[in-house]
């Protein structure tokens, strides 16, 4: 059997502060690695987050199961919700039990389970990895890197675009196009405003997403070149000050459910309440399965850029795939992870499932696969993502910040306590990122 999934709705738990990274106890694949020898299948047991991203591995299994049918993989795949997903991995890392054989590790998660150093309950994939390292996006490979070990295999690029529902714009006299830099957005949203009294873009509160882009763009970063916490730097206020400026202006607004990938925020868009969308390249995947009704509304542009910024846009969000070191079958397991996120094959389907910008550039190129009119991403934008995407690649930074342990430490307390005080409460950015530095400063011991 190449895929079965199971969807729990496990109730959030508490956790250590502190991780006990430990490579002990034992995964939950069956079969051992010898069943790979045998000819007989593999079961491998795997964690996810995301619904979409089952349905994708579920196909990568079938894919391997068809050019290797002497060393089938039978994957089963539990879908669980985001927080719960992670805290249950985090639990079992504690112990030293429990843990799946391969597992999904969203970006501002990882470094909860990979010290600096490299301790860790996940294997190594350098070796694995090598085969395909020369055609993938290195900086999204080093976002799961510590130590010179690689612990997690990247899913897409997630450059930011813009997201503009074409029909409500020109109802309110709009050309998106005309639409380059946050003045510009912060004009255009403004006017939207006054001309239909609905929301433009969107203040998210609870996911740090678009801030990266901005601080990124301006040339700062929640810490600086030794690692050292700055949260409340120049560049990190600025960008704060003029989110803040287009709230105020009415160019954007809080969202229900605190991001635009929520459930609650799906249905706000799919009604037509919100017009702009600034977000990673993957959210193409959230229109056409979440938004329906939006097919053939909605164009894709360049994401609005700071004039005479560092760079134009950045890889936004991700996912690093693991295995953990205590699997079973660890070894089959990270042959078949590398098949099913690094190869051309999976690099294609990246594109054609879920709709996201693969880490294999040359995809990008390939406009047999990226305009093919059948493809449902295609028929659904009035352009085509990788127009845009070709169009800013050669501006695409990095944003150094993702790789710092301390990085889940400031994505909490943004997201639970910072943005909330900024874009509900109304404080002031220096005064909001000047106590979030302080306290993040007593958690991490600065």
Same mark, same amino acid.
């Given at each position: 059997m190449a895929g079965s999934r199971k969807f729990i709705p496990l109730a959030a738990a508490g956790v250590a502060s502190v991780l006990a990274l430990s490579a002990c106890g034992g995964g939950g694949g069956g079969g051992g690695d010898e069943a790979a020898e045998d000819g007989g299948p593999v079961s491998l047991d795997m964690w996810v987050f995301a619904e979409l991203h089952a349905a994708y591995y579920e196909q990568m299994a079938e894919a391997w199961n068809e050019a290797n049918p002497d060393r089938p993989v039978d994957l089963e795949v539990t879908v669980y919700p985001y927080d719960d997903m992670h805290n249950k991995l985090q639990l079992a890392a504690n112990s030293g039990s429990g843990l799946p054989d391969v597992v999904d590790i969203e970006v501002s998660k990882f470094s909860n389970f990979v010290t600096e150093d490299g301790r860790t309950p996940l294997m190594d994939l350098s070796e694995v990895a090598a085969p395909?390292?020369?055609?993938?996006?290195?900086?999204r490979l080093d976002l799961y890197s510590r130590a010179d070990g690689i612990y997690g295999l990247p899913t897409h690029v997630g450059a930011f675009v813009a997201f503009y529902n074409v029909p409500l714009l020109q109802a309110a006299g709009i050309d998106y196009t005309t639409i380059e830099t946050w003045e510009d957005f912060q004009a255009a949203g403004t006017a939207y405003n006054q001309a239909t009294g609905k929301a433009f873009g969107v203040a998210s509160t609870g996911v740090d997403m678009v801030e990266p882009l901005i601080v990124a763009q301006m040339g700062g970063g929640y810490f600086d070149d030794e690692g050292n916490l700055t949260v409340n730097s120049p560049e990190v206020v600025e960008a704060l000050e003029l989110e803040q400026g287009m709230l105020e202006a009415g160019a954007?607004?809080?969202? /229900?459910?605190?991001?635009?990938?929520?459930?609650? +925020?799906? %249905? +706000?868009?799919?009604? %037509?309440?919100?017009?702009?969308? #600034? $977000?990673? +390249?993957? $959210?193409?995947?959230?229109? #056409?399965? $979440?938004? /329906?009704?939006?097919?053939?509304?909605i164009a894709i542009a360049p994401a609005p850029v700071i004039e005479g910024g560092e760079v134009a846009t950045i890889g936004g969000g991700g996912t690093g795939t693991a295995v953990t070191e205590a699997s079973p079958v660890k070894d089959f397991a990270a042959e078949w992870l590398a098949f099913a996120k690094l190869s051309p094959e999976a690099n294609v389907a990246v594109w054609e499932v879920l709709g996201f910008d693969p880490v294999n550039m040359a995809v990008w190129e390939d406009e047999e696969v990226t305009h093919n009119p059948d493809n449902k991403f295609v028929q659904y934008f009035q352009t085509n993502l990788f127009d845009v995407l070709n169009e800013v690649k050669g501006d695409i930074g990095h944003f150094e910040s993702f790789t710092s342990p301390h990085l889940p430490a400031v994505d909490n307390m943004f997201t639970t306590v910072t943005f909330t005080e900024i874009f509900e409460n109304g404080v002031a950015p220096q005064d909001a990122l000047d106590q979030a530095q302080a306290d993040l400063e007593n958690q991490i011991g600065e």
């Open positions: 395909y390292q020369d055609d993938i996006v290195q900086a954007i607004s809080t969202i /229900p459910g605190g991001s635009p990938d929520s459930e609650e +925020a799906f %249905g +706000a868009i799919n009604n %037509g309440d919100y017009a702009a969308i #600034v $977000y990673p +390249a993957w $959210y193409t995947s959230r229109f #056409v399965d $979440y938004m /329906p009704d939006l097919s053939g509304d």
